[in-house]
């Protein structure tokens, strides 16, 4: 039971994003055609069957059974409709086809322009209402690097400090792993190591290396081996351990970390002797206390909870009002523009798998519920915000049957000054059509096979 509620709802939260993302889209073509006196004849999101409709005007506004996509037919054009009766009739003032080339490309473009600008709002607005959580990257002494983790394989070190990304020094954690910056062909790390700054370099393949290996570096790298909780009756409170104490050492080994601390104990088969610094009666003193605990044999865990990050780094809540929160708004849909048009670029050049990295609607729709399990709200609108500026950058690929298509077509006019003939467009359309299909019916089962781990 508990399968289908998870189902239902991730499927809800792909329509919710989708019917948002389409509808935007749609009504930036379908503004721009009744701006330049355009007679719209249908307004559809989803595509057929239809479920609901009615007609206002000249146009058929209606809502498809099938939430992945929509389109709006505007007169004397065409288009996904594939309807091209109206060839051989005399052309009438009010159709696409009447306009000169520079109205009907702002008419193809409009769609990607509001999906652009819907990413930007979406930005600004959670810039305006959440802020920011930052982490200053000169609160982070140093991090744990698990031998053989991708993060040991492109050179890093335990006690390493990243400072930087691509050969620029950034303020924030978060700033390393921007999409322009990880996604960029020579991506390297500035690290400072026994006082030193040097450059760490990563392969063609590192964001592929990401995925099958599962992460890189986030701020639990960097926690230090502190116990901030001891849970009544287990292991560690029956030995003796307090809230506060630092594990500097287990079985001799030198210990810093949390991370290193949980490998450690994970792979017990027996006692662990502790050696804990702990606060002393005087101020500023400090105590080396001995302590042995056996881990529980069926979890292997001793009873210890993490430090909270917000009491070990500088974590600053950044608020912006409204002309910073535009600002923030372009910054993050320019980031995130780049780093999908560099992404795309890599898969094509085969740095990086074009199996592992494009996902069809089983992807968006798995993403989407894990952005809204961990963030809710916040995870929700910054998915969509990032599918929004996403699909945009798909709509403009050079496929008759996307605006990419069509946009090549007025191109084409514009230079030949004579329009490409229907007959040709019809054909370039349908092969278009067939291929996108293809295309869906290939990533969807790719989709399938990843998901289930095939």
């Known amino acids: 039971m508990e399968w289908i509620l998870s189902f239902s709802s991730t499927i809800l939260i792909f329509i919710a994003a989708i019917f948002i993302l389409v509808t935007v889209h749609e009504l930036g073509h379908f503004i721009a055609a009744k701006y330049f006196k355009m007679r719209v004849n249908k307004f559809s999101i989803g595509f057929p069957p239809k479920i609901y409709g009615f007609k206002k005007g000249e146009t058929e506004y209606q809502i498809g059974a ?17 309807d091209d009766t109206f060839v051989d009739e005399e052309i009438k003032p009010d159709e696409f086809r009447s306009r000169p080339v520079w109205q009907r490309t702002i008419v193809i473009l409009a769609g990607v322009i509001f999906n652009m ?3 930007v709002f979406i930005y600004m607005g959670m810039a305006l209402n959440y802020g920011e959580t930052v982490i200053p990257v000169n609160s982070i002494d140093g991090i744990y690097v698990e031998e053989s983790s991708v993060a040991a394989q492109i050179g890093l ?8 990304v691509n050969g620029r020094e950034v303020e924030y954690f978060n700033q390393l792993f921007s999409p322009s910056s990880i996604t960029d062909r020579e991506l390297s790390f500035l690290v400072n190591r026994d006082g030193q700054t040097i450059t760490i370099p990563t392969p063609p393949d590192f964001l592929d290396l990401i995925n099958r290996e599962g992460g890189f570096i986030d701020p639990s790298n960097s926690l230090p081996s502190m116990v901030s909780r001891v849970i009544d009756g287990g292991p560690a409170d029956q030995a003796g351990m307090q809230p506060g104490d630092k594990i500097v050492a287990v079985n001799g080994q030198e210990v810093g970390y949390w991370l290193q601390l949980v490998n450690i104990i994970q792979n017990a088969d027996g006692p662990l002797q502790f050696e804990i610094e702990r606060a002393g009666i005087a101020e500023n003193q400090t105590e080396i206390v001995s302590l042995e605990v056996t881990p529980d044999p069926e979890t292997n865990t001793i009873g210890i909870q993490a430090p909270n990050p917000a009491d070990i780094f500088s974590v600053e809540q950044k608020t912006y009002n409204l002309a910073q929160s535009v600002g923030v708004g372009f910054e993050r849909t320019n980031d995130t523009f780049f780093g999908i048009i560099k992404g795309i670029g890599r898969m094509f050049s085969g740095d990086i798998s074009v199996r592992d990295n494009l996902g069809g609607p089983v992807a968006i729709a798995n993403i989407t519920r894990e952005a809204t399990d961990t963030g809710g709200w916040r995870g929700f609108w910054n998915i969509t915000a990032f599918l929004s500026v996403t699909l945009a950058i798909m709509n403009m690929l050079p496929i008759p049957a996307l605006d990419g298509g069509h946009f090549m077509f007025l191109v084409y006019e514009g230079i030949t000054r004579r329009e490409p003939s229907p007959k040709v467009r019809m054909a370039l359309q349908q092969l278009g059509f067939i291929f996108l299909i293809g295309l869906f019916i290939l990533i969807t089962f790719n989709d399938i096979l990843r998901t289930l781990g095939g």
């Open 117 to 119: 600008i819907l990413a």
């Open 66 to 82: 099938t939430p992945l996509g929509g389109y709006v037919q505007i007169a004397g054009m065409i288009d996904e409709s594939m």
């Open 157 to 164: 070190q335990t006690g390493d400090q990243i400072i930087g």
